[in-house]
C-alpha cells in the first residue's frame, strides 16, 4: 500500500528517523537509561516551551493533558456546594469548547462561565475582561492558542495578562502551537500549557506534555479530588527520579528523544520561520486560485502558522465529498471541518515534519481537482505563488 | 549496548516482528485502514476475554484503565452528599490497594469499603460475604485478578458469583492475566474487566483495553460525573464508527494488532499451557534452590501463572541490593518488591513473548549469583528441575 500524504493537523508523518526509534527493544522503565531519555525529553521540551516550570509528559492524547490541566486546578464539587473556583472558559472553535465540557464534567455547570466566539472569529479582550469581572470567584481562564478546528491564532500573550490583572490561572492549550510557532510559555503567563505529541512536534500520537506554574502548584496541592492517572502530584513525586507515576509508553518515549534531538539540530527560530512560511504560502496559494480563508480576523487574532482552515467553495461547483475524496485518491489527506463546520470548510496542516515539498505537493494536487470540477480555469498559479514564497 | 533480557512483570520483551510494525507511517486514524485495524483488534481481544461484551482499547497505561472502571461507575459525590453506590475494594496487593485509592479519589472515603488482606495472602471469601451484606448500597466489587505485586492468583469466579448474589457490579483487574493465563471474563460475571498491553499480550506498554457489561452500561450511562478522556459513552459512541473518541496512538495500535495475529497463530490454549510451564519451571528451580515462595496460599488462592513472587533469602547471606543487581550485571532483569516489600522479595516475569530459553536463562543466572554469595553450595540443581518441566 502506497503510502498517503497526511496533511491533516495531526497526527503528521513522521520521517523515518523519529519512526524507527520505535523499533528500538523495551528498556527498563525503572533504570538508569529510561531516566536518562525523560530528564533529556523534559529538558528539550523546557526549551521548546521556553518555559522555567515544571514540565510533565503524559502517555496519552492532548485531551488527556487538557483533562489533566482542568481535573488537577478545580475542586469537584457535585450537588448544591458550591465550587472553590469557577473557571472562564473562552472559545472560539471546538478544542476551546472541549475545555467547557471538562469544566463541567469537574466543577459541574455552576462552575464554568463559557465566552464563547463564533466558531473561526477573533476573540474579544473587552468580553473576558467583563466576564472576569462580573464571575464570582473567577480563578481560571482557559483559552486555545492555535485553534486548529478554524485555523485561527488565538491573543496569548494579550488574554494571559487579563487573567493575571484579575489574580486568575491561565491555562493555554498550545497542542498544534508549540514547537511550531513563537510560544513563550512563562512571559505569556501561561500557568498550565500544553502540547500533543503529533502535531508540531513531528512526533507519533500517544504522549502530551504540560508545564505548570508555582502559582498553579498552589491550587493543586489543595486540591482532594485529582484525577488519578492525570494526578499531578503524583507526576511530579516521580519525576523527582526522572520516573513517571505508571509504566511510559515506552515507544514513544523513544521517538519523543530523537524528535527534540532534530528540533534542537533545526534551531527552533528556524522551525518557527518555517512554519511560518509553509502557511503562508498555502494561504498564498489559496488566495491566488480565488478560495477564501475561513477565519474572520479581528485586530488581536492572526492566521494560524500551522494550519490554514480554508472556505469550501461550494459556490465554484465543488463540495466537500468531491474536494476531499478526489485529493485522497491523489494520495493527499487534507482535513474536513468539525462539528459544524462539517462540509463547510477544508484544512490543511504545515506542521512538525512537513516540507516544502509536501507543500507543494498538495497544492498541486487541491488544484487539479479543482481544475477537474471547473472550479478554477488555469492550473499553476496557486502552486507558483506558493513556490516564490517557499524559495 | 547489548540488549537485557527483561523479566520484570511488564514491560516485558517485545519481538522483532511486533516491534518493527511500530517504523511504519502514520496513518489517517479516521480512515478506513485504522478502522480495519481497531476493529480487528477489538475482535481479537474478545476472544482472548471471551467475552461477547463490549470491549474499548484506551492509549493510556493498565492504570488509566482501572480509573475508567472506576470513575465511570462511581459518581463523584464530593462534600456531604451521600454517594449512589459504594464501593467494596478487595485487595491483598498494591495494585488491589489503588483500586481503593482512585474509588476514594471520586466517591470520597465515604463511597469506599476496603477490604485488605495482608499482602501475599489469600483473600477469603467470607470477609467479602460480610462485606457486601453490611456495607450500605455496596453496588460495586473491585479485585485484582493476578496481584503481580505478590505473585497471586485471585479466586476470580468465586467473588464474581458473590457480587452478583448481592447485585454489585464485578470489576476485575486482569493486567497481568488476560492473554497468559484462561480468563473466561463473561464466565468470571466480571461486568468491566482490563488488561494491560505489556504483560502477557507482548505488545509495548501504553495501551490498555477494557470489556463492559450491560449491567455496568446502566449504572454508566445514568452518570453525570464520568472522566472526560476515559469516558466510557465517548468510547463505545466512537467504536460505533471503528474510531476512537480521541487520536489513538497509531504506533502502538499497529503493535497489538500483530500481537493478536500472533496470539491467535499460538492459540490460547496453547498460550496458557506455555505460560502455566514456565512459571511452574520457576517455583521448581526456587524450591530446589532452598529459597521459599512469598504468596501465602489458603483453599481459594493459587500461585500466579505469569509471576513468580519470592521471598528475599537474606537468611542466606545476601540481599536485594546484591542479588537484583548481580542478575543485572549479567543481563539479567527481575523485579524487586514494592511498597513495603521492598527488600523483601523479588519477582520473575514468565508473560507474554517469554521464552523457555529467557526462564533458564534467568534461573541460570539467579544461581551465578546465589552460588558467588555462598547462598547455595551448588548450581545447576534448580536449572535442571525447570528443564525437566520445560521439555
Given at each position: 500500500?502506497?503510502?498517503?500524504?497526511?496533511?491533516?493537523?495531526?497526527p503528521v508523518p513522521v520521517i523515518p528517523r523519529i519512526r524507527e526509534t520505535m523499533a528500538r527493544?523495551?528498556?527498563?522503565?525503572?533504570?538508569?537509561?529510561?531516566?536518562?531519555?525523560?530528564?533529556?525529553?523534559?529538558?528539550?521540551?523546557?526549551?521548546?516551551?521556553?518555559?522555567?516550570?515544571?514540565?510533565?509528559?503524559?502517555?496519552?492524547?492532548?485531551?488527556?493533558?487538557?483533562?489533566?490541566?482542568?481535573?488537577?486546578?478545580?475542586?469537584?464539587?457535585?450537588?448544591?456546594?458550591?465550587?472553590?473556583?469557577?473557571?472562564?472558559?473562552?472559545?472560539?472553535?471546538?478544542?476551546?469548547?472541549?475545555?467547557?465540557?471538562?469544566?463541567?464534567?469537574?466543577?459541574?455547570?455552576?462552575?464554568?462561565?463559557?465566552?464563547?466566539?463564533?466558531?473561526?472569529?477573533?476573540?474579544?479582550?473587552?468580553?473576558?475582561?467583563?466576564?472576569?469581572?462580573?464571575?464570582?470567584?473567577?480563578?481560571?481562564?482557559?483559552?486555545?492558542?492555535?485553534?486548529?478546528?478554524?485555523?485561527?491564532?488565538?491573543?496569548?500573550?494579550?488574554?494571559?495578562?487579563?487573567?493575571?490583572?484579575?489574580?486568575?490561572?491561565?491555562?493555554?492549550?498550545?497542542?498544534?502551537?508549540?514547537?511550531?510557532?513563537?510560544?513563550?510559555?512563562?512571559?505569556?503567563?501561561?500557568?498550565?500549557?500544553?502540547?500533543?505529541s503529533q502535531?508540531?512536534l513531528g512526533v507519533p500520537?500517544?504522549?502530551?506534555?504540560?508545564?505548570?506554574?508555582?502559582?498553579?502548584?498552589?491550587?493543586?496541592?489543595?486540591?482532594?479530588?485529582?484525577?488519578?492517572?492525570?494526578?499531578?502530584?503524583?507526576?511530579?513525586?516521580?519525576?523527582?527520579?526522572?520516573?513517571?507515576?505508571?509504566?511510559?509508553?515506552?515507544p514513544l518515549?523513544y521517538a519523543l528523544h530523537e524528535a527534540l534531538k532534530i528540533i534542537?539540530?533545526?534551531?527552533?527560530?528556524?522551525?518557527?520561520?518555517?512554519?511560518?512560511?509553509?502557511?503562508?504560502?498555502?494561504?498564498?496559494?489559496?488566495?491566488?486560485?480565488?478560495?477564501?480563508?475561513?477565519?474572520?480576523?479581528?485586530?488581536?487574532?492572526?492566521?494560524?502558522?500551522?494550519?490554514?482552515?480554508?472556505?469550501?467553495?461550494?459556490?465554484?461547483?465543488?463540495?466537500?465529498?468531491?474536494?476531499?475524496?478526489?485529493?485522497?485518491?491523489?494520495?493527499?489527506?487534507?482535513?474536513?471541518?468539525?462539528?459544524?463546520?462539517?462540509?463547510?470548510?477544508?484544512?490543511?496542516?504545515?506542521?512538525g515534519n512537513?516540507?516544502?515539498?509536501?507543500?507543494?505537493?498538495?497544492?498541486?494536487?487541491?488544484?487539479?481537482?479543482?481544475?477537474?470540477?471547473?472550479?478554477?480555469?488555469?492550473?499553476?498559479?496557486?502552486?507558483?505563488?506558493?513556490?516564490?514564497?517557499?524559495?
Amino acid at each position: 500500500m502506497e503510502e498517503e500524504l497526511l496533511m491533516i493537523p495531526g497526527p503528521v508523518p513522521v520521517i523515518p528517523r523519529i519512526r524507527e526509534t520505535m523499533a528500538r527493544p523495551m528498556i527498563f522503565h525503572r533504570g538508569d537509561e529510561f531516566a536518562q531519555i525523560l530528564r533529556e525529553s523534559v529538558e528539550g521540551l523546557k526549551n521548546v516551551f521556553q518555559t522555567k516550570n515544571d514540565l510533565f509528559v503524559l502517555s496519552g492524547s492532548g485531551t488527556c493533558a487538557m483533562e489533566a490541566a482542568v481535573g488537577n486546578l478545580l475542586t469537584r464539587a457535585m450537588g448544591a456546594r458550591a465550587p472553590e473556583l469557577t473557571v472562564v472558559t473562552v472559545a472560539n472553535g471546538k478544542f476551546g469548547e472541549r475545555f467547557t465540557e471538562i469544566a463541567e464534567r469537574y466543577g459541574g455547570p455552576q462552575a464554568v462561565t463559557p465566552l464563547h466566539f463564533e466558531w473561526g472569529t477573533g476573540i474579544e479582550l473587552e468580553r473576558i475582561k467583563a466576564a472576569l469581572e462580573s464571575t464570582p470567584n473567577a480563578g481560571i481562564v482557559t483559552m486555545v492558542h492555535n485553534e486548529t478546528s478554524v485555523g485561527i491564532l488565538n491573543p496569548a500573550r494579550a488574554v494571559g495578562k487579563l487573567a493575571k490583572q484579575y489574580g486568575a490561572l491561565f491555562v493555554l492549550d498550545c497542542i498544534t502551537s508549540i514547537g511550531g510557532d513563537e510560544v513563550p510559555v512563562d512571559e505569556f503567563g501561561a500557568d498550565i500549557a500544553i502540547v500533543g505529541s503529533q502535531k508540531c512536534l513531528g512526533v507519533p500520537p500517544g504522549l502530551a506534555a504540560l508545564s505548570v506554574s508555582e502559582q498553579a502548584w498552589e491550587q493543586i496541592r489543595a486540591n482532594p479530588s485529582r484525577p488519578y492517572y492525570q494526578d499531578l502530584v503524583s507526576h511530579k513525586k516521580s519525576m523527582d527520579k526522572d520516573q513517571t507515576p505508571y509504566t511510559p509508553a515506552l515507544p514513544l518515549f523513544y521517538a519523543l528523544h530523537e524528535a527534540l534531538k532534530i528540533i534542537a539540530e533545526e534551531g527552533m527560530p528556524n522551525r518557527i520561520a518555517r512554519h511560518r512560511t509553509m502557511s503562508k504560502a498555502v494561504r498564498a496559494a489559496i488566495t491566488e486560485n480565488g478560495l477564501t480563508m475561513f477565519p474572520k480576523l479581528n485586530e488581536v487574532s492572526q492566521y494560524s502558522n500551522t494550519v490554514t482552515a480554508v472556505n469550501m467553495p461550494v459556490d465554484k461547483g465543488i463540495s466537500d465529498s468531491e474536494l476531499r475524496p478526489g485529493m485522497r485518491k491523489r494520495g493527499v489527506v487534507v482535513a474536513g471541518g468539525q462539528g459544524d463546520l462539517k462540509g463547510k470548510i477544508f484544512r490543511i496542516a504545515s506542521m512538525g515534519n512537513i516540507t516544502s515539498a509536501d507543500i507543494l505537493k498538495t497544492l498541486e494536487v487541491l488544484e487539479e481537482v479543482l481544475y477537474e470540477k471547473k472550479a478554477i480555469t488555469r492550473k499553476g498559479n496557486g502552486v507558483a505563488a506558493a513556490r516564490e514564497i517557499l524559495t
